[in-house]
């Protein structure tokens, strides 16, 4: 079984790529995140067309994930129970569901922006909320994972320098914390191989030539159960999906699992 985790950021921009990838790399379930649409304007015919079935938390603007499978979706959870809201909503962050024998989440954690800022406040209690949800089926004894932009570098090897962050957020010893804090009700952090250079990067900024000059982070995270890290075979980041015209700024990573 093949399952990956892709930021499109825009799925309208991104759609014609999307497609042509969900054929060629035999994915079985794609987490998607930043659809930047509603969920009238997402594309599930034309996914449907390909054979997948979809489930989407979207309301347009920045934010929206889906869910795209083509061995079934059942029992579909829209949001993050008990996740908190910003500016008086609940954003469209997180949604979960059984594809096959595995249950999943697809998640876009919220940027946190600056450190001072109420939205890294935010970000933190989302966080925390995250953790309390996945607690009962990271426990559990069906295979589950946790995916998505998490919008933090789990470790210093995780952004390609780290004295460039330093102040900023994605790298501060809260957001980390809160990594620690999934990992302690039994998650594991999948990490993928780079197909190029020493470190797996997910994300390249589309300013300054970060890409060409591989000045990355690892953002994009699997984060599975024991029998989810039991089954996997293979990960990777299929670097290749990050270039040419029309792009996404983040790469999909891609997880084998034998189940």
Not at 35 to 58: H, I, M, W
Not at 154 to 178: K, N, Y
Not at 228 to 238: E, I, S
Request: glycine share 8%; hydrophobic share 40%; aromatic share 10%.
């Amino acid at each position: 079984m093949r399952i990956a985790t892709w930021n499109v950021n825009s799925i309208t921009a991104r759609l014609p790529r999307l497609l042509a990838w969900l054929e060629s790399s035999g994915t079985d379930v794609l987490c998607v995140q930043e659809t930047k649409c509603t969920a009238e304007q997402f594309p599930a015919d034309e996914l449907r067309e390909l054979g997948y079935e979809s489930v989407v938390n979207a309301t347009g603007r920045w934010n929206g994930v889906a869910l795209v499978s083509r061995v079934g979706i059942e029992d579909a959870v829209v949001g993050l129970p008990g996740g908190p809201e910003y500016e008086g909503a609940q954003e469209p962050r997180a949604i979960s569901a059984t594809c096959g024998p595995v249950r999943l989440w697809s998640v876009y954690v919220p940027n946190g922006r600056e450190v001072a800022h109420d939205h890294y406040a935010y970000k933190l209690r989302w966080l925390e909320a995250l953790q309390g949800a996945v607690a009962d089926d990271a426990a559990g004894p069906r295979p589950f994972a946790v995916l998505g932009d998490f919008n933090i570098a789990p470790t210093d090897d995780d952004v390609w320098d780290r004295s460039f962050f330093e102040g900023s957020t994605h790298v501060t010893a809260p957001e980390r914390a809160a990594l620690e804090g999934l990992r302690g009700v039994g998650l594991d952090d999948i990490v993928p191989r780079p197909l190029k250079y020493d470190h797996p990067f997910t994300y390249w900024d589309y300013r300054q030539l970060c890409f060409p000059k591989n000045r990355g982070m690892r953002i994009d995270l699997v984060y599975g159960n024991k029998p989810f890290a039991d089954a996997v075979k293979d990960g990777y980041v299929d670097r290749e999906e990050r270039k040419g015209k029309g792009a996404s700024d983040h790469a999909p990573v891609v997880i084998d699992l034998d189940v």
